[in-house]
């Protein structure tokens, strides 16, 4: 796409800029990731001692991930996230005094979504950041298996308990089933109750981002399986979906489903090809705003005693996203909150920016490795001034 026609103006930013703007966001970057995977190291000893003391320690490392990508985007990539709903949701997202909005989804949920462009798990990380209670320590995400063997970034998702797969079932089930029996795992509180930890458990049914590819390989399965191939998303998966959602029944009321479209994308083009990561970051073309259409599902509902039947209620409901998408295509918007929702205070789309509460709140991410240093520094200093008393 030619600089002019970009759907977020011409390139913001000179060639100079762009090259002090790419150091800057890697510099951070990389410095928020290798701290976060130095803590996640200090803490993995905790494993042998105590395991729920461990995911709660990785659970604050992941905290700490999500207020790193969130405080990477507001200053390198600001965008407006536009957000409305259908009546299953419609208590359940409001704005707050501060311009924001507030989330309050469960603890323990399924969030599935269309697949656009890479970055969409880094919006919904967000709304995870912006749910009360935060719920951005309990992400999972399943994800394909070579990106556990990137630097950093892979062990450092290991430690968060995401799941790898192969895309090979007779591989893939045994350790699906192994992570997903962690997740519902019961719990017992000091004063005896048993409790179930926080959850939210993010897939992308699609299984890849859309793009010509995707597109074809969309249309091949549809004609193979002898149904409508839908235009604006691709044709859903449900082998995974439905292993999840018979593992997790009875541990987890309801599936999230989000929407999710990308002012700009033009009808049949694809949003990879035009919000790029060094667009985004480097040269101030980030998309003008990432709208969300939110609606809830209750597990019991939804078929899980045939497969089959399982397949036809998902892909129901990504022809009522395609349907959606054609409504955002043609108008620009997704549909408005339910009117009879609507007060003073609430309004047909919330507009909100992607940024954390507080400006300075992305320090947490070195904390545990200041008190750490602070720790040796202070034992070093005891052990030198008890060498220099005894010799």
Same mark, same amino acid.
């Given at each position: 796409?030619?600089?002019?026609?970009?759907?977020?103006?011409?390139?913001?930013?000179?060639?100079?800029?762009?090259?002090?703007?790419?150091?800057?966001?890697?510099?951070?970057?990389?410095?928020?990731?290798?701290?976060?995977?130095?803590? *996640?190291?200090?803490?993995?000893?905790?494993?042998?001692?105590?395991?729920?003391? @461990?995911?709660?320690?990785?659970?604050? !490392? &992941?905290?700490?991930?999500?207020?790193?990508?969130?405080?990477?985007?507001?200053?390198?990539? /600001?965008? !407006?996230?536009?957000?409305?709903?259908?009546?299953?949701?419609?208590?359940?997202?409001? &704005?707050?005094?501060?311009?924001?909005?507030?989330?309050?989804?469960?603890?323990?949920?399924?969030?599935?979504?269309?697949?656009?462009?890479? %970055?969409?798990?880094?919006?919904?990380?967000?709304?995870?950041?912006?749910? &009360?209670?935060?719920?951005?320590?309990?992400?999972?995400?399943?994800?394909?298996?070579?990106?556990?063997?990137?630097?950093?970034?892979?062990?450092?998702?290991?430690?968060?308990?995401?799941?790898?797969?192969?895309? #090979?079932?007779?591989?893939?089930?045994?350790?699906?089933?192994?992570?997903?029996? #962690?997740?519902?795992?019961?719990? %017992?509180?000091?004063?005896?109750?048993?409790?179930?930890?926080?959850?939210?458990?993010?897939?992308?049914?699609?299984? !890849?981002?859309?793009?010509?590819?995707?597109?074809?390989?969309?249309? &091949?399965?549809?004609?193979?399986?002898?149904?409508?191939?839908?235009?604006?998303?691709?044709? /859903?998966?449900?082998?995974?979906?439905?292993?999840?959602?018979?593992?997790? #029944?009875?541990? =987890?009321?309801?599936?999230?489903?989000?929407?999710?479209?990308?002012?700009?994308?033009?009808?049949?083009?694809?949003?990879?090809?035009?919000?790029?990561?060094?667009?985004?970051?480097?040269?101030?073309?980030?998309?003008?705003?990432?709208?969300?259409?939110?609606?809830?599902?209750? =597990?019991?509902?939804? /078929?899980?005693?045939?497969?089959?039947? @399982?397949?036809?209620?998902?892909?129901?409901?990504?022809?009522? #996203?395609?349907?959606?998408?054609? *409504?955002?295509?043609?108008?620009?918007?997704?549909?408005?909150?339910?009117?009879?929702?609507?007060?003073?205070?609430?309004?047909?789309?919330?507009?909100?920016?992607?940024? !954390?509460?507080? /400006?300075?709140?992305?320090?947490?991410?070195?904390? =545990?490795?200041?008190?750490?240093?602070?720790?040796?520094?202070?034992?070093?200093?005891?052990?030198?001034?008890? =060498?220099?008393?005894?010799?």
């Amino acid at each position: 796409m030619a600089p002019s026609s970009h759907p977020s103006g011409r390139e913001k930013h000179g060639r100079l800029m762009q090259l002090l703007r790419g150091f800057s966001f890697l510099a951070y970057f990389l410095t928020g990731a290798i701290a976060i995977n130095l803590t *996640q190291f200090l803490g993995a000893p905790l494993y042998w001692i105590d395991r729920d003391l @461990f995911y709660a320690y990785m659970s604050l !490392t &992941k905290q700490s991930f999500g207020l790193l990508i969130t405080t990477a985007t507001h200053w390198w990539g /600001p965008t !407006t996230i536009r957000i409305s709903g259908d009546a299953s949701v419609a208590d359940q997202i409001r &704005k707050t005094e501060d311009g924001l909005v507030e989330f309050s989804f469960p603890e323990r949920m399924i969030m599935i979504a269309n697949h656009q462009i890479y %970055t969409d798990w880094l919006y919904l990380w967000w709304v995870g950041y912006a749910n &009360k209670p935060k719920s951005h320590g309990s992400i999972y995400i399943i994800l394909k298996e070579s990106l556990k063997y990137i630097p950093i970034a892979g062990p450092g998702m290991m430690f968060y308990g995401f799941i790898f797969m192969s895309r #090979k079932m007779a591989v893939d089930q045994p350790r699906m089933a192994h992570r997903l029996r #962690k997740l519902k795992a019961r719990h %017992t509180a000091p004063d005896g109750k048993s409790y179930l930890n926080p959850m939210w458990l993010l897939l992308f049914p699609e299984g !890849t981002n859309a793009s010509r590819n995707g597109r074809a390989k969309s249309a &091949k399965w549809a004609e193979k399986m002898g149904v409508k191939d839908p235009e604006h998303v691709l044709l /859903p998966r449900s082998t995974g979906m439905y292993f999840c959602l018979s593992e997790l #029944k009875g541990t =987890v009321d309801y599936v999230y489903d989000c929407t999710v479209a990308y002012e700009g994308v033009p009808r049949g083009k694809f949003g990879e090809n035009i919000f790029t990561l060094s667009g985004t970051y480097f040269r101030g073309q980030p998309p003008k705003s990432v709208n969300f259409y939110w609606r809830r599902f209750l =597990v019991d509902d939804i /078929p899980l005693d045939n497969q089959e039947q @399982f397949g036809l209620w998902l892909r129901e409901r990504w022809y009522e #996203k395609d349907a959606l998408m054609e *409504q955002y295509l043609s108008t620009g918007r997704f549909p408005a909150n339910p009117a009879n929702t609507l007060t003073e205070d609430r309004e047909e789309f919330l507009e909100t920016e992607v940024r !954390t509460r507080y /400006p300075f709140e992305f320090l947490q991410i070195f904390s =545990v490795l200041a008190g750490f240093s602070l720790l040796v520094n202070l034992i070093l200093k005891l052990w030198n001034k008890l =060498v220099s008393l005894v010799f």
